[in-house]
């Protein structure tokens, strides 16, 4: 998925340069600090691999050690998403205004990218960091939110 991003990244901004340069590649900032979070972020998902394998030096640690610590790494790895999301959120608010402005896109893709899924990544990111208690229910809005974006 992360791999199609740059290739994305360079379409919008060669289409939207001529609107705003700046904001344009302030977008494409935005695209790409996003993209290197949650690809650095996908090491916390291997984390748990290493952990409970089967390698000598794992021997140092209890079993329940271990399986804490992956938890723990799966856990971090929410996090680190989340904070994906917000340069995402900041991304999609900027190219939607370019869109906007371009007059030769359809102004509809633009308000669908400032449309309410921006405002709710904002409320879910604030909601899984100070509500942690609904940070599952939250992380399952943030996946149909990025499978929705996927789709559009």
């Known amino acids: 998925m ?14 939207l340069r001529p609107v705003n340069g700046n904001l344009a590649l302030l977008a494409v900032l935005f695209n790409l600090t996003q993209t290197a979070v949650l690809v650095a ?3 916390n998902l ?3 691999i290493f952990l409970l394998g089967d390698a000598e ?3 140092a640690f ?3 050690q271990l399986q804490a610590l992956s938890y723990v790494s799966l856990r ?4 680190g998403f989340a904070v994906g999301l917000v340069f ?6 900027l190219v939607g205004y370019l869109i906007i402005r371009s007059g030769y896109l359809p102004r509809t893709f633009g308000v669908e990218d400032i449309s309410a899924r921006n405002i709710v990544i904002v409320v879910l990111f604030f909601a899984g960091h100070f509500l942690a208690g609904h940070w599952r229910l939250s992380k399952l809005s943030w996946t149909y939110i990025a499978q929705d974006r996927l789709a559009t």
């Open 2 to 15: 992360h791999g199609c991003d740059v290739p994305l990244m360079l379409i919008f901004y060669v289409l």
């Open 41 to 43: 972020n996908k090491l």
């Open 46 to 48: 291997l984390l748990p």
């Open 57 to 59: 030096y794992l021997k």
């Open 62 to 64: 209890t079993p329940e």
């Open 76 to 79: 971090t790895h929410d996090n």
């Open 88 to 93: 995402f959120g900041a991304a999609c608010l």
